[in-house]
């Protein structure tokens, strides 16, 4: 006899985008470049939201996807599919929220380059960073070009630590470039 349970099943239904409630306390934002970019891939291409349908609780907040449908309103689609997380306690739908929005892994730069079209992976939204001077040894397309003026290089663990970063240390009057490697 086996001691497991039985692994959950989720159902994905349609449901309209009035009745879904978007979470108040949602860790993540898009900024209105990249909310516009996903407004578009999700006119262009639907079946997205059947691949990774919203998750919400069984009061219909959302726990996973608020961007996709805040982008969903926007694109003006009145129904879109969503699944249930009925058995998750208050305590794992916190979890899961968190969990949902934690970007793991990084991009294989050297694959995309090589395997994909630039063009095509900017129109879906993702960002490509400019390796033509990954790291300039004076920082000469900054401004910064006197033999007295030197660099510090900020390694952040991700990129909202890394977005965070900037933006305090251009408060304080630095000239800062972002760089990804």
Do not use: H
């Amino acid at each position: 006899m086996s001691t497991k349970s039985a692994e959950p099943t989720y159902k994905t239904t349609l449901i309209k985008l009035s009745e879904i409630k978007p979470n108040p306390d949602n860790p993540r934002i898009i900024r209105d470049e990249k909310f516009n970019q996903l407004v578009k891939s999700i006119k262009d291409f639907p079946k997205m939201l059947y691949l990774r349908p919203v998750v919400v609780n069984d009061e219909l907040m959302v726990l996973g996807g608020n961007m996709r449908l805040r982008a969903a309103e926007k694109a003006g689609l009145k129904e879109i599919p969503v699944i249930k997380a009925s058995e998750l306690s208050a305590e794992e739908q916190k979890e899961f929220i968190i969990k949902d929005n934690v970007g793991f892994g990084e991009w294989n730069w050297d694959t995309l380059a090589n395997e994909w079209n630039t063009e095509q992976l900017i129109d879906w939204g993702m960002e490509i960073p400019n390796f033509k001077s990954e790291v300039e040894g004076n920082f000469n397309d900054q401004g910064i070009t006197s033999k007295n003026q030197f660099g510090v290089i900020v390694i952040c663990e991700d990129e909202t630590i890394q977005e965070q970063t900037f933006k305090d240390l251009a408060e304080l009057g630095y000239t800062c470039k972002v760089v990804v490697t």
